[in-house]
């Protein structure tokens, strides 16, 4: 067996997972905890998986403070599919608000639709995603079932560091958040919020798992037509097995949520523990990149500083021309994935929760070499 580190992968997503988490998935793969079945081979409906599905709701809920008046929904089909699961069930075929700050929440008016009127309340278009909109610039509209915001922009590099306050901008509608590419990596402000949902595969696990968490009052108003395995008072009333659920991907998801509960930081003002910790690393690798990029001469970042995210990185060389060079040179060093979005162009690195300082402060190193000899 090699003995070698494991490259850095900066992939947007599926992304690098914790190694403690992946180890203990191949140790638990043929046999789980003496049941003489992997995770993958049992009955969703079993006492085996039912504990294995408990246990993970119950440490999401700690990790990330869920109050107890939230339903957590374990589906599928991915934030795509939540853009028309979330109109069928929220809208009652009136009025939403969108705010655009990126590719995804563009993606999330246009798929609404379908199933609704979907009106741009306020959008960063005009900056090229590169800013977000003063939340007292917003256009909300006095009739909205809910407001929808994308909280991290995964392509775009956009983050909402503070949720908005839609009270406070004179809306009484609930507040949804595309939390997907930063989901566990802080905490939310579960006051301001009537639904979050997110894909696995940035910071909790495989792709397949989709996490919709959403407050009991809004369930159970879905559009006729909305499919039952789509219908959240359906899921919820079933305990997310109306259907045969993404049992694999539910399993890590729950092995991660263990990982994260564990985590340890210490601080100038004392240890921190779980999320918070996590929060405290992500601070930090976030910080090393964007101070070096910022002070380099070289490698420039587009995104206004205040609302720079912390999970997903673009930056630009000088000349694209030296894209492929980087990318063979990164790729020869066991950086891997460091390629930009084709929308967007340059180079993304995305950071999240199991990526190690380490190998950001590779990433850094490695910048600095490539720029001393091609600059």
């Known amino acids: 067996m090699s003995t070698s580190p494991r490259p850095f ?7 690098t997972l914790p190694e403690e988490v ?9 046999d789980w905890r003496g049941s003489g079945m992997g ?55 009136g009025v939403v608000d969108h705010v655009i700050t990126g590719s995804w929440s563009q993606k999330s008016a246009k798929e609404a639709r379908k199933y609704c009127t979907a009106k741009v309340a306020a959008s960063n278009e005009a900056d090229h995603h590169t800013t977000l909109p003063a ?23 956009v983050e909402m560091h503070a949720l908005p306050d839609l009270a406070a ?5 609930p507040l949804v958040i595309d939390c997907s590419s930063h989901i566990a990596s802080r905490p939310i402000d579960w006051s301001r919020i009537g ?8 910071n909790i696990g495989p792709s397949g798992l989709t996490l919709v968490i959403v407050r009991e009052d809004l369930i159970g108003h879905a559009l006729p037509d909305t499919p039952s395995a789509f219908d959240y008072k359906v899921v919820a009333d079933n305990g997310s097995m109306y259907n045969t659920p993404p049992t694999y991907a539910w399993y890590i998801a729950g092995l991660v949520f263990q990982w994260a509960l564990k985590q340890r930081e210490v601080t ?19 910080r090393l990149l964007y101070d070096y990029i910022d002070g380099s001469g070289y490698y420039t970042n587009k995104v206004a500083p205040d609302c ?17 060079a980087f990318l063979a040179s990164t790729q020869a060093a066991g950086l891997l994935q460091l390629k930009g979005h084709k929308s967007v162009g340059g180079m993304r690195a995305s950071i999240y929760n199991a990526m190690p300082l380490a190998g950001v402060q590779a990433l850094v190193d490695h910048m600095k070499q490539f720029a001393a000899s091609h600059g």
């Open 308 to 324: 720079r995210s912390r999970m997903n990185i673009p930056f630009f060389l000088p000349d694209d021309d030296l894209n492929a």
């Open 169 to 173: 901008l004179g809306s009484t509608a």
């Open 268 to 286: 100038p003002q004392g240890e921190l523990t779980g999320l918070a910790a996590i929060e405290a690393r992500n601070v930090a690798k976030a």
């Open 22 to 30: 992946l180890q203990q998935a191949a140790g638990e793969m043929l």
């Open 39 to 93: 995770v993958m081979e049992m009955s969703h409906r079993g006492k085996e998986f039912t504990s294995i599905a408990e246990q993970a709701e119950a440490d999401l809920r700690t990790l990330l403070a869920i109050p107890s008046h939230f339903k957590v929904l374990f589906m599928q089909g991915g934030a795509i599919a939540e853009n028309a699961i979330i109109p069928m069930n929220l809208s009652r075929g």
């Open 135 to 157: 939340y007292g610039s917003w256009q909300l509209s006095d009739d909205a079932t809910y407001v929808h915001v994308c909280s991290n922009e995964t392509i775009h590099g």
């Open 195 to 202: 639904l979050a949902y997110a894909g696995a595969q940035k």
């Open 9 to 15: 992968n900066f992939s947007a997503g599926p992304a």
